[in-house]
């Protein structure tokens, strides 16, 4: 029988590696694009959700019209991030493995360009790459783009959206005129239309279902809850669906943190993914979640472009996007590749006119829910374990030297007796957090309490809490996830009695419960870590100047207090509070005075040198202004 991809044209040595990825049938956008695209005489625009398949959309006839025997770059895609760089280098490489001297290069920010420059130079027929880097490797001139015949515009509207239509025009400059230019996109706002007239000659244009439209397999509900009340109704859904592995979108850095934060300490297995983590933390934390040994990422909306993650059952959407297009792209985490997922807004009364547009938006209609009570969550709970030991895989093998001494154990037991105490190991945890659970549902018009954005936060304060030094920071890669349990691990506390962690680079400051403090340091007693004694001081004793402030190189100055904190190095300078970064003529300042959003001055947005950049040239966020590219993007 023959198989539906050699119909559509690709040959088997491509056939055979797609299916061996597991992949038998193609998807709706695959079906309909690759015949078009194997003609390779075309531009080309298609429009589809993601995790609808637009990487084997576009990379199998890429494979099909290069010729492997020329070892120069013949096909460029450029994307957003680091994540989707990296996802689609992967998928064509496994596309590709059994092609003989078949080459492809992903080319991003926060890695080694030298490692780069030579995978480069040993020759390369596809190009996928960051707009960033990219530029500064043609800025090196150590890339060849003279034979290349197809370039990939892949999230064509995220990339507009983080201000990267400059470096678009410079790299598209470097290619030639003839090329064949294939754009893809979830949705199509004016300036994705823009691009596509700017670059294309009478594009080929496929549309997979209503333009902006969200995944049809994806329910959207939303829940009205007090801001104070945000964080526990986000427990409470967590809480109702045991088998949840979720995406949790917030706002801000700081938000994603500070919401991961507060789950680990509350026992869930949870970790933050943001710009401000060097690569390799980010990649420890995608391959934990891939890997489903974490069933809550807290992400950012740039952080997150590029999660290609299966089988994600939920999107919760802990607070609501600047943008009305962030949202189609944020609900498409979960519901890809056919199966379906849940996308959750937890709001507050007077945010019930932004659903309302985003239905008109999507095209399809919300679902005003209720948080479960306290009694709900736990009914749920304790079924959900029923049905865990009814279906789980006994290994006869391995158990039945224990029988005797598990039934001895159990002798004065009746049966009804082991199932209660069993069930009751799980249930009586959450029968005590829930037992006088409040209802957490607020009605529309309900703004009582309500402060805003941040009136959820659950900061703790300093009164009971002894501040501690420790001689490991974010060089050591670690995260404040990681630091939360490094702390309760050894130190042999709850992350309860753990109050606000502030991570450096080579050394951190965290709180703990005053009558814990002790148990903490005998914990910390003979500690080491990568070979290194681990020093745990008060922080008053340490003489790391949180009062006076601290000078070191550099010209950095430490500053105690909120916000009392100057770097400046290279040219520029750093504040926080009214945080201002400066390097070669660009400027960035976070946090100031203008209601906690940031801008970016950068003549350039880049996402080289340790870090995605969360936003682009000229661009403000907490404000109604963004002109990333000149445009005026669609606010709420």
């Known amino acids: 029988m023959t198989n539906p991809f050699q119909l559509l044209g690709i040959s088997d040595d491509v056939v055979n590696a797609v299916k061996d990825l597991g992949f038998e049938n193609p998807t709706p956008i695959q079906e309909q694009s690759i015949p078009v695209l194997l003609e390779g005489t075309n531009d080309f625009v298609g429009l589809a959700q993601t995790g609808t398949g637009k990487t084997a959309a576009f990379g199998l006839p890429l494979l099909e019209l290069i010729d492997f025997k020329v070892n ?6 450029l994307c957003p991030t680091r994540e989707l760089c990296l996802q689609i280098a992967n998928d064509l490489k496994n596309f ?7 080459h492809v290069v992903a080319v991003y920010g926060g890695a080694n360009i030298m490692q780069q420059l030579r995978e480069i130079r040993q020759g390369v027929q596809i190009v996928v790459a960051t707009p960033g880097r990219m530029l500064d490797i043609i800025g090196r001139k150590a ?13 064509a509207d995220e990339m507009l959206n983080m201000g990267f239509q400059d470096d678009i025009n410079d790299i598209l400059s470097t290619t030639p005129d003839d090329k064949k230019t294939w754009l893809f996109s979830a949705t199509m706002p004016a300036e994705v239309r823009r691009i596509a007239k700017n670059y294309m000659d009478n594009p080929i244009e496929l549309t997979m279902g209503t333009k902006n439209t969200g995944n049809v397999n994806i329910e959207h509900e939303y829940y009205i809850v007090r801001a104070r009340d945000k964080y526990a109704a ?13 995406v949790v979108f917030c706002k801000t850095k700081l938000d994603t943190q500070d919401v991961a934060e507060h789950l680990i300490k509350d026992g869930y297995n949870a970790d933050a993914l943001h710009g401000d983590l060097s690569q390799q933390q980010r990649d420890k934390v995608m391959q934990r979640f891939r890997e489903r040994n974490m069933q809550l990422l807290i992400a950012t909306d740039v952080a997150a472009r590029g999660i290609d993650v299966n089988n994600v059952t939920h999107v919760i959407n802990y ?27 937890i709001i507050n009364s007077k ?26 969550v736990c009914e749920k709970q304790l079924f959900s374990l029923v049905h865990k030991v009814h279906n789980v895989e006994v290994n006869e093998e391995q158990i039945d030297q224990y029988i005797p001494r598990i039934m001895d154990e159990f002798k004065d037991l009746s049966k009804e007796d082991v199932i209660k105490r069993f069930a009751s190991l799980e249930f009586n945890r959450f029968l005590e957090y829930y037992s006088k659970a409040p209802d957490l549902n607020a009605a529309v018009g309900d703004d009582r309490g309500e402060r805003g954005e941040r009136g959820e936060r659950r900061g703790r304060g300093s009164e009971g809490y002894t501040r501690l030094f420790i001689n490991l920071g974010s060089v050591d890669e670690f995260t404040r996830g990681d630091m939360l349990s490094f702390i309760c691990n050894n130190g042999k506390i709850g992350g309860k009695s753990v109050g606000k962690i502030d991570l450096k680079g080579v050394f951190s ?35 790391r100047g949180e009062g006076a402030g601290e000078r070191r190189g550099g010209g950095e100055r430490r500053g105690g207090g909120f916000g009392g904190e100057r770097r400046s190095g290279g040219g520029g300078g750093y504040r926080g509070g009214g945080d201002r970064r400066s390097s070669g003529g660009s400027g960035r300042r976070e946090g100031g005075n203008s209601g906690g959003g940031f801008r970016d001055f950068s003549g350039r947005s880049r996402d080289e040198k340790g870090g995605s950049r969360e936003g682009g040239s000229g661009r403000r966020e907490g404000g109604n202004r963004e002109g990333g590219s000149g445009e005026r993007r669609k606010k709420w």
């Open 509 to 543: 400051f965290f709180e703990v419960e005053d009558d814990v403090a002790d148990k903490v340091f005998e914990g910390f007693k003979s500690v080491e870590f990568n070979g290194r004694q681990v020093r745990i001081e008060k922080s008053g004793d340490s003489g």
């Open 72 to 77: 120069k770059p013949q096909a460029l895609i």
């Open 143 to 155: 890339i060849d783009f003279s034979n290349v015949k197809y370039v990939v515009l892949d999230e």
């Open 351 to 376: 945010e019930v006119g932004k659903i309302r547009q985003l239905e008109r938006i999507i095209g399809k209609q919300f679902t005003k829910a209720e948080l479960p009570t306290g009694f709900d």
């Open 234 to 246: 986000l427990k409470r859904i967590v809480d109702f669906n045991p088998e949840i592995f979720a």
């Open 96 to 102: 590709s493995k059994n092609i003989a001297n078949a």
């Open 319 to 345: 607070s609501l996007p600047d943008e009305i297009e962030s949202y189609t792209h944020r609900s498409g985490r979960t519901g890809r590749a056919g199966k379906t997922g849940i996308s959750i807004c």
